[in-house]
Each structure stands twice: as structure tokens, then as C-alpha cells.
């Protein structure tokens, strides 16, 4: 069974850093995993995927230079550190696969973790 668990989201002030994880039930080796966010009512966005050999890409130019996508193979997870939070990052984040080493279009994928809240605020 495919499950992926999110965590590390919470309230932080604007200007402020938090590192979401990404956890999952098989061995994330050989996947590549992407980060994801969606507010109540807008389309879900993409931030970011790494492929099973540590290359990066970025799906949102606004998030460029503040959000890094890494992966820990040792501790089977994947993680995404947030740094210059604004309130307009305030989002649930949500991992995901498509057990497909290499990264894949926003939309292409198939296996969700349940999503982390993030709310950034004064």
C-alpha cells in the first residue's frame, strides 16, 4: 500500500522558515517525490519535485530561491525547507508520487499524503 504522511506545517510570522517531511510506507529511493500546496477554493499548485537521483526542479517561479526541495534516503523521507514565508504561502502542502524515478508534470500524479496546514501570520 502506497501512503505518503506530511508533517512540520504550522503558524509562522511573515519572514519566518519551517521545513515540512514527507514520509512514506515504501522506500522512497527510487521515486521521485513532489511537493505540492492548495488553498480552500483555488486550484492546487505546484512548488517542486526531486527525482530518485536529487535533481530538482521547481513548478512556481514564486517560490524561486525561498523553497528547497531535499531528500534523505537514509531516513526515507523528502523534505521541503521554507524560508521568507509570506501570508500568501499559507496553504495545506501536500506531498505526492507517481512511482516514476524521474519527475513528472504537475498534474501527473497518482499517490497523495493527506496534506500539512502552513499559515503564515502576524
Known amino acids: 500500500q502506497v501512503q505518503l504522511v506530511e508533517s512540520g506545517g504550522g503558524l509562522v510570522q511573515p519572514g519566518g522558515s519551517l521545513r515540512l517531511s514527507c514520509a512514506a510506507s515504501?522506500?522512497?529511493?527510487?521515486?521521485?517525490i513532489g511537493w505540492f500546496r492548495q488553498v480552500p477554493g483555488k486550484d492546487r499548485e505546484g512548488v517542486s519535485c526531486?527525482?530518485?537521483?536529487?535533481?530538482?526542479?521547481p513548478y512556481s517561479d514564486s517560490m524561486k530561491g525561498r523553497f528547497t526541495i531535499s531528500r534523505d534516503n537514509a531516513k526515507n523521507m523528502v523534505h521541503l525547507q521554507m524560508n521568507s514565508l509570506k501570508p500568501e504561502d499559507t496553504a495545506v502542502y501536500y506531498c505526492?508520487?507517481?512511482?516514476?524515478?524521474?519527475?513528472?508534470?504537475?498534474?501527473?500524479?497518482?499517490?497523495w499524503g493527506q496534506g500539512t496546514q502552513v499559515t503564515v501570520s502576524s
Open positions: 515504501f522506500t522512497l529511493d527510487y521515486y521521485a
Open positions: 505526492a508520487t507517481d512511482l516514476d524515478p524521474q519527475c513528472n508534470t504537475a498534474s501527473g500524479y497518482t499517490y
Open positions: 526531486i527525482s530518485s537521483t536529487g535533481g530538482s526542479i
